[in-house]
Structures are given as structure tokens and as C-alpha cells.
């Protein structure tokens, strides 16, 4: 089984500062990982996700997340934000085994960006 | 590509009463997914089909809870006998068998559930 933890339930941040939202895994077998972002009132959207090779994935909107094994992380940052960054960001594995195929999500991080 | 649908969108119904949610995945897609959010909570997975088989379901879905597939393309879950507990968003979502796209689960807006 795996297990999301996002420590930071709400992120609040001045626009144009940067942010790190942070997210640690836990399980036994190999995964899959992955950022998603509900905008309010909107439904949940794949950001930027990790399969393999490069360990430094980007999303088109300027976030990128490092997978990092050793410390089981796989955070998301932004060098800048922007008013229109703020919704709740959800972090998630899924296990490689092809048999299954459940996302694990964590409680999200609910970033705020303030003018 | 309209995106994955689900109806209704909103659902009151009284403790002990039966109800039943639809999501129609993107056309084409072959998986699909049922996962249900609490206030605060990320989502939790509660089952999905590969085609009309369901293939994995969770400890989250008691005996009450039904989904079917019947010719692999929209999908139902039934709750019977609601409880206060249910109260949640229900979320579909479905995903491409087609290369590098078929990690990546395509959710639609939810169904929320009001159990009076």
C-alpha cells in the first residue's frame, strides 16, 4: 500500500515570490508520481507527473517537481506566482504494477496568493 | 473531446434512501475510475473497469455501494440505504489504453452528495 503526506495544509504567498509546495511518499514497491490542481469550482487537473528517466519534471505553466528516491519527495515549486496560481494542489502515487492502477492522493495544499 | 461528464451535479436525498450517479467517460477512453472527496481530504479510491470488467475495487466500498459498466463506455455507482457518512463528492475519472497518455486519469467535475 502507499501513503501521500503533504505537511502544509495551507501555503499563503505574496505574488511574484516563489513557493514550494511539499509532498513525501511512502510504500514499498516502485511508483508513479504526480501534481494536480483544482482551480475553485473547477475539477481536478494533471499538472506535471513522473514516469521515469529525468528526475526534474516541468508543467507548461512554469511549475517544476524533482523526484528525489533517497528522501521518497516529490516536491512542487515555482520560481514566481501568480495571482492565478491559487487553488489546491494535490500530490499522488500510483503503483507501476500495470494490475493496479488507483491513484493515492494526498489532503492537498491549499496555495493562496496575495497581490 | 468533451471531457469526462457526470450527472447530477448535485444530489440531496434523506438517510436511507437509494441514489445513483452517472459519469460518461472521453470518448474512446477505456478505464475508468470512481473516487470519492470529503471536505478537506484528497480523493479516495473506490473502484475501476478496464473496459465493462471491473478490475480493482477498495475496502471503501461496502456492500452498499454497486458500480457497473455494462458496455464499456458510461458507468453508475449506486449507493443504497445512504447514510449521513456518504455525504462526500463523488468523482469520476477515466484514462487512454494509448501510449504515454495512459497514466494520466482525466477527472470530471463531481457529483455532490447531501445525505439529510
Known amino acids: 500500500a502507499q501513503s501521500v503526506t503533504q505537511l502544509d495544509s495551507q501555503v499563503p504567498v505574496f505574488e511574484e515570490a516563489p513557493v514550494e509546495l511539499r509532498c513525501n511518499y511512502s510504500?514499498?514497491?516502485?511508483?508513479?508520481l504526480f501534481w494536480y490542481v483544482q482551480y475553485p469550482n473547477q475539477g481536478l487537473q494533471l499538472l506535471l507527473k513522473?514516469?521515469?528517466?529525468?528526475?526534474l519534471v516541468e508543467s507548461i505553466n512554469g511549475f517544476e517537481a524533482e523526484f528525489n528516491k533517497s528522501q521518497t519527495s516529490f516536491h512542487l515549486r515555482k520560481p514566481s506566482v501568480h495571482i492565478s496560481d491559487t487553488a489546491e494542489y494535490f500530490c499522488a502515487v500510483r503503483a507501476t504494477d500495470t494490475g493496479r492502477r488507483a491513484l493515492t492522493f494526498g489532503s492537498g495544499t491549499r496555495l493562496q496568493v496575495q497581490p | 473531446d468533451t471531457g469526462v461528464s457526470q450527472d447530477p451535479r448535485h444530489k440531496i436525498t434523506k438517510r436511507g434512501q437509494n441514489v445513483t450517479f452517472r459519469c460518461d467517460p472521453i470518448?474512446?477512453?477505456?478505464?475508468l475510475y470512481w473516487y470519492r472527496q470529503t471536505l478537506g481530504q484528497g480523493p479516495e479510491f473506490l473502484t475501476y473497469?478496464?473496459?465493462?470488467?471491473?478490475?480493482?475495487k477498495s475496502r471503501l466500498l461496502s456492500d452498499r455501494f454497486s458500480a457497473e459498466r455494462p458496455k464499456g463506455s458510461f458507468s453508475t455507482l449506486e449507493i443504497q440505504r445512504t447514510e449521513q457518512g456518504d455525504s462526500a463528492m463523488y468523482l469520476c475519472a477515466s484514462s487512454s489504453k494509448r501510449g504515454g497518455d495512459q497514466e494520466t486519469q482525466y477527472f470530471g467535475p463531481g457529483t455532490r452528495l447531501l445525505v439529510l
Open positions: 513522473y514516469l521515469s528517466g529525468s528526475t
Open positions: 510504500s514499498s514497491v516502485s511508483v508513479y
Open positions: 473497469f478496464q473496459n465493462e470488467a471491473q478490475l480493482e
Open positions: 470518448s474512446e477512453h477505456n478505464r
